[in-house]
């Protein structure tokens, strides 16, 4: 899904990415900054029961969760004994309400986590445990009227960035790899919620998630351009998204996390082989949802959420430590954490 700001109002279900930055300040004073908002904001010392669940969403509900509801609305998580409470996340994203315990799990992206767990003063305890979609789905979407073809065909043309320096290097990279002229690429602040309103007004080119914006400009007849970054550079299939769980909470509830694994696997089992009625689900704890696209959308994903892997969920070490060792060799990362921040450990 494309990466999107959402308020601060939560939804609760209760079961059974032109601008140069320094890199390492703008880390520091980043995740300062979220500490500071944790601490005065959301109250770092909550405390919840043993078995009850808090999971924070990325963004709004959509297909990358799917297998999430579908887990709550069988009743998979009631029979693990565990209590699942299900939340929109701050402005901010899902890392700092699970680094300061008021949640246990949460959706996120390796390439956010990165400078989140590679701080050398105040990494965020968090530990991805599971890849969502096994492959990286994500890309650069353009108007077929655009002629952006190629990543070299971004020279020249309106990119829309989410002013992060992992978003910037990675369009450097791939344009000048390209043969392309990155300076002349015009990297415009967007937060857009509609990738296609921002196509059709300022922006020529904005980076998209394939099975929501692609497959909305399908539903809505648009013709597109769409460039795989995973397909352009194998260190950029890296995971995104990914569920992350507070590393402190893991080591003193690895039974309870184990629970909680068995039944959200359960949940993306169900939706790889049951698409629609998996649809079904999703749209029935978000019918705001267009329904055309959540069906099309997890058609889609069906097939991609396990992929190759061995069993859904499971991370590919040297992929994972691939991309974490450009970030670094870019000097987006303070240490070079490589195969760091993640454990297959609680996978069914």
């Not at 007849?221 to 995971?239: A, K, M, P, T």
């Not at 990914?242 to 068995?262: D, I, P, Y």
Request: proline residues 5%; charged residues 20%; negative net charge.
């Amino acid at each position: 899904m494309e990466k999107r700001k959402v308020n601060r109002e939560q939804l609760t279900v209760n079961s059974e990415q032109g601008t140069e930055y320094n890199g390492n300040n703008w880390k520091r004073i980043f995740l300062s900054l979220l500490f500071l908002i944790c601490y005065l904001v959301l109250g770092c010392n909550k405390t919840t029961a043993p078995n009850h669940i808090r999971v924070v969403l990325d963004w709004t509900p959509n297909t990358n969760h799917t297998g999430l509801y579908v887990a709550l609305d069988n009743g998979w998580f009631a029979e693990e004994g565990l209590t699942v409470e299900i939340i929109q996340p701050p402005e901010d994203g899902a890392l700092v309400l699970l680094a300061s315990g008021n949640a246990q799990f949460g959706f996120d992206f390796q390439e956010w986590m990165g400078p989140a767990i590679a701080n050398d003063r105040d990494a965020l305890p968090v530990t991805a445990v599971a890849a969502i979609i096994s492959h990286n789905t994500s890309g650069i979407m353009s108007l077929r009227e655009s002629g952006i073809q190629r990543p070299a065909d971004l020279a020249g043309k309106r990119f829309g960035s989410w002013e992060m320096p992992v978003v910037t290097e990675i369009i450097r990279d791939i344009v000048e790899n390209d043969g392309g002229d990155f300076n002349s690429v015009i990297m415009l602040p967007n937060w857009a919620t509609d990738a296609l309103s921002a196509l059709q007004t300022d922006l020529d080119a904005i980076w998209v998630y394939y099975a929501w914006d692609v497959i909305a400009a399908v539903v809505n007849g648009i013709e597109i351009n769409f460039l795989d970054l995973g397909s352009i550079d194998s260190r950029f299939d890296f995971y995104t998204p990914v569920l992350v769980a507070n590393t402190n909470w893991l080591s003193s509830n690895g039974e309870t996390a184990r629970k909680f694994m068995q039944a959200v696997s359960r949940g993306y089992t169900f939706a790889i082989e049951n698409p629609f009625a998996a649809g079904e689900i999703l749209l029935k704890y978000a019918p705001e949802l267009d329904r055309e696209l959540v069906m099309q959308s997890q058609f889609v994903l069906a097939p991609r959420y396990q992929d190759n892997a061995p069993r859904w969920g499971e991370i590919d070490p040297e992929r994972w430590g691939n991309f974490y060792r450009w970030m670094y060799e870019q000097g987006l990362l303070e240490v070079n954490i490589g195969e760091g921040g993640f454990t297959n450990e609680y996978l069914p």
